[in-house]
């Protein structure tokens, strides 16, 4: 702030006063009206009824949900969905989850970031004002003067650091697509307990009927006192145990779809109004399995080892998290360019003019920052450092991908041999339950040992069900660990290309 007190100067002095002060306030008022903010504070507050309220209405009857469902190739016949399934859940998670909404804005902000990373340094501008007493008798006792002062930044600063925000960015859009991948992975596991609840159901309820059975013929054999109390007390324990199991599949199943709400963004009461797609259990392990074996293999019949390494090939290259290692390592490449840039100092250059007790001055200046005690060794070593910390935790990345998927392999080559063992025992208990009804139909046995092996082989059949949504569920930490559908075509053409935005 500038102060001046002229009540006390002489009319003649005011004049030429009142003219420095001028011209000096006008320069002044210029420079700083130029630099005044063109763009307006606009208040957002957070209400949380609002936001509940949003939550809430979220519908998939939405007209602007199901412009966005045609804009990712449904037609306007197949809106809305008879069914359910993986792509449609995962349209509406990308839709509606409020997670991808996060990543989105981080993405927004690292554009943004580019921008200010691309700004030039804008100029600094000075002025001054002086009275003298005109000791040396001065034409003039004011001095006034104007200075700019304009940064250059050299050794190519400004490219390096939008090099370093891009790479950053693209960080980001990694961190969207994963955020993508990991709603879809997480809405497949719900999809499996979703059916595997379903068909236990069903078959507990079928194997509780033939304990029923059993259970009611022992009371009647107990009652002629054909059997002793152990036999009918034992066979109840069985039907009891099943009957509580049943019990509680309903109550696992309300958790699923609470689950599977949060996952795709919905409330609980919308999502149980949406019928869920049924799942062919044998075929999607079929389909699966064969495409696992020959994916992106031109020999059909490739080996073990040569199925692995292309699985691994697909984990190593295709992963969201490598992607985004790579990317984070290149910003930290990036960085250390910049700090190496830095031993080269800026210049700033200073026109300026002066009126100077009555000379007119120009003047052109300039002043640079001397390296000597100091040449960016330190900051130039930490960003070197932080390299190595990106490059080593790209190993450490890498390394646990591959064991990950030695394990999962393993456990899918287990799987899937158990279910061909289980699958033989089934069809062993089928056999012999035929063979027994035979013996029914001829009189050569009773009702009793009938039921008890159709008994036998419905345990058989839930062991051999559990075993195939166990082979699922391991099927989708393969899909995981690679980041990629095995087969799912166009969930992965979703993933990959519709996940920047939604309109």
């Known amino acids: 702030?500038?102060?001046?007190?002229?009540?006390?100067?002489?009319?003649?002095?005011?004049?030429?006063?009142?003219?420095?002060?001028?011209?000096?306030?006008?320069?002044?008022?210029?420079?700083?009206?130029?630099?005044?903010?063109?763009?307006?504070?606009?208040?957002?507050?957070?209400?949380?009824?609002?936001?509940?309220?949003?939550?809430?209405?979220?519908?998939?009857?939405?007209?602007?949900?199901?412009?966005?469902?045609?804009?990712?190739?449904?037609?306007?016949?197949?809106?809305?969905?008879?069914?359910?399934?993986?792509?449609?859940?995962?349209?509406?998670?990308?839709?509606f989850n409020p997670k991808l909404d996060v990543a989105k804005a981080q993405l927004a902000l690292a554009d943004t970031a580019i921008d200010t990373a691309n700004q030039r340094q804008n100029p600094t501008l000075g002025g001054s004002l002086d009275r003298s007493n005109q000791a040396n008798e001065d034409i003039s006792p004011w001095a006034y003067g104007l200075t700019v002062d304009i940064s250059v930044e050299t050794a190519n600063k400004r490219t390096i650091r939008v090099e370093n925000a891009q790479h950053l960015r693209d960080a980001a859009e990694l961190d969207v697509a994963e955020i993508a991948w990991q709603l879809r992975s997480q809405i497949a596991k719900d999809l499996i307990a979703y059916h595997e609840n379903i068909a236990l159901q069903q078959q507990l309820s079928r194997e509780l009927t033939a304990h029923n059975g059993i259970?009611?013929?022992?009371?009647?054999?107990?009652?002629?006192?054909?059997?002793?109390?152990?036999?009918?007390?034992?066979?109840?324990?069985?039907?009891?145990?099943?009957?509580?199991?049943?019990?509680?599949?309903?109550?696992?199943?309300?958790?699923?779809?609470?689950?599977l709400a949060a996952d795709t963004g919905l409330s609980i009461e919308k999502l149980n109004a949406m019928p869920i797609k049924p799942m062919d259990v044998d075929g999607v392990l079929t389909q699966q399995s064969e495409l696992l074996n020959q994916e992106n293999l031109n020999q059909p019949n490739s080996n073990e080892q040569n199925q692995f390494k292309t699985l691994q090939q697909n984990a190593l290259l295709n992963r969201l998290?490598?992607?985004?290692?790579?990317?984070?390592?290149?910003?930290?490449?990036?960085?250390?360019?910049?700090?190496?840039?830095?031993?080269?100092?800026?210049?700033?250059?200073?026109?300026?003019?002066?009126?100077?007790?009555?000379?007119?001055?120009?003047?052109?200046?300039?002043?640079?920052?001397?390296?000597?005690?100091?040449?960016n060794q330190t900051l130039i070593a930490e960003a070197t450092q932080l390299r190595e910390v990106e490059g080593a935790q790209f190993e450490v990345l890498q390394t646990k991908i591959i064991s990950d998927l030695n394990l999962a392999y393993a456990q899918l080559t287990t799987a899937l041999q158990n279910i061909q063992q289980t699958q033989s025992q089934v069809d062993n208990q089928a056999q012999q339950q035929r063979q027994v009804q035979k013996q029914l139909d001829v009189g050569l046995t009773d009702r009793l040992t009938v039921t008890q092996q159709s008994l036998s082989y419905l345990s058989a059949e839930q062991q051999l069900l559990s075993l195939k949504f166990s082979c699922l569920r391991t099927l989708v930490v393969i899909e995981d660990l690679m980041q990629r559908p095995i087969y799912d075509v166009p969930t992965n053409a979703i993933l990959n290309t519709q996940i920047r935005a939604k309109k």
């Open 321 to 375: 998290d490598i992607r985004r290692s790579l990317a984070k390592y290149a910003a930290a490449e990036a960085k250390i360019k910049l700090e190496v840039a830095k031993q080269t100092p800026d210049i700033t250059l200073t026109p300026g003019y002066m009126f100077e007790f009555g000379d007119r001055i120009w003047s052109l200046g300039f002043s640079s920052l001397l390296n000597l005690l100091n040449k």
């Open 1 to 95: 702030m500038l102060n001046f007190d002229i009540a006390m100067i002489s009319p003649q002095k005011k004049q030429a006063t009142n003219i420095a002060l001028t011209i000096c306030s006008l320069s002044i008022f210029c420079g700083l009206i130029s630099s005044c903010a063109t763009e307006k504070y606009v208040a957002k507050p957070l209400d949380p009824q609002v936001v509940n309220a949003k939550i809430s209405n979220k519908d998939i009857s939405n007209t602007a949900f199901n412009a966005y469902l045609i804009k990712q190739g449904y037609s306007a016949a197949d809106l809305p969905f008879q069914f359910w399934g993986l792509n449609e859940l995962t349209l509406t998670a990308l839709y």
């Open 215 to 259: 259970v009611n013929m022992l009371e009647k054999r107990f009652t002629l006192g054909l059997i002793d109390s152990s036999t009918l007390n034992n066979a109840k324990l069985m039907q009891q145990k099943t009957q509580i199991m049943a019990n509680t599949l309903p109550m696992q199943l309300i958790e699923i779809r609470a689950a």
